[in-house]
């Protein structure tokens, strides 16, 4: 593992000043586990909000409940990342917290991207039953298929609170800009049987099986995407040679489609105001790591010891 010449002196590159950070939405991120000694984020992630206007902290995946709490108490909002793990306690925890708030007037903010969106399908639902596997979905972009609901929505309608006016609908309909990489998925079909779960789009896998590509909620402002639009602008992927290993498409419609969504997202996040307290302890993720890791499957991750 490779880390950063700073982190091993102690050192943090960046300094931000409080004013710095109740300025602007600051958005948790759920780290992963790396191997037994380390947890990780994918710095695209943070670049990927950071594009939209927000900061970043982490929420570990073995945070306890106080630990969950504190940053829910800082963050407008949390996105869940794309990965491997099983749904987490603290995942669990933090959905709870998220929508209590809700409940009671604070729109706090839920996103999730391949893994988080299925993590949020299932919390939605209140089972893991929901999930579906053996889609051979690694790979491959493809255009999104809306539905109706999915053309009227909050997320890609920029008549319906959007801050743009960008035919999010017409671009991704013709363009196959969105980067799938998961065997796993929600089935259009069991999709329909979640409460207030709005499907915005669905698509078929190389074999023909449909999966859903996105959705809302019906009101709480909770989002997810299968696909991976931080890969977009931030991901090239490779090997030793050279070889591209993850094919997202960095062209014009791919990086305006990446930009529109996260700049949605954040938007939403912004709307409870500042939460985010310096006096907390809670850290943005330039400050709180342990060191960067540099390789293939993402060109920079950033690690904590556990």
């Known amino acids: 593992m490779k880390l950063s010449l700073l982190a091993l002196l102690g050192v943090s ?10 300025a602007v939405p ?14 990780f984020i994918p710095a695209s992630y943070v ?12 929420l570990p995946f073995t945070a306890d409940d106080a630990e969950v709490e504190k940053i829910v108490d800082n963050t407008n909002g949390i996105l869940f990342m ?7 306690e603290p995942a669990i925890h933090a959905y709870a917290l998220a929508t209590d708030l809700q409940d009671g007037g604070t729109p706090y903010t839920l996103g999730g991207t391949c893994l988080g969106f299925q993590w949020l399908s299932m919390l939605m639902a209140n089972s893991t039953e929901v999930l579906s596997c ?32 960008v035919d999010m609908v017409s671009l991704l309909t013709d363009n196959a800009v969105t980067l799938n990489m998961h065997t796993c998925g929600i089935d259009p079909v069991v999709a329909a049987t979640i409460p207030d779960y709005t499907v915005l789009a669905t698509n078929m896998d190389r074999a023909g099986l449909p999966f859903v590509s996105g ?8 989002y997810g995407t299968q696909f991976h639009p931080e890969k977009n602008n931030f991901e090239y992927g490779g090997d030793s040679a050279d070889v591209a290993a993850e094919p997202a498409v960095h062209d014009e419609n791919g ?3 990446a930009f529109e969504l996260i700049s949605f997202f954040v938007r939403e996040a912004a709307k409870t105001g500042t ?23 993402h060109e920079e991750t950033y690690m904590w010891k556990m």
Request: no cysteine; aromatic share 8%.
């Open 13 to 22: 590159s960046v300094t931000a000043s409080p004013d710095s950070l109740t």
């Open 26 to 39: 600051v958005i948790a991120i759920m780290s992963h586990p790396y191997n037994s000694t380390h947890e």
């Open 47 to 58: 670049k990927y909000l950071e594009m939209g206007g927000a900061r970043t902290v982490r």
């Open 82 to 88: 794309g990965g491997k793990p099983t749904l987490p």
């Open 134 to 165: 053996g889609f051979d979905s690694e790979d491959l972009n493809l255009a999104l298929e809306f539905t109706d609901a999915g053309k009227a929505s909050r997320t890609y309608n920029p008549d319906t609170g959007k801050y743009s006016s």
């Open 215 to 222: 959705f809302e909620h019906a009101t709480r402002p909770i």
């Open 255 to 257: 990086l305006r489609m």
């Open 275 to 297: 939460r985010y307290d310096a006096a907390s302890g809670v850290e943005i993720v330039y400050e709180s790591n342990e060191g960067i890791e540099k390789g293939d499957a």
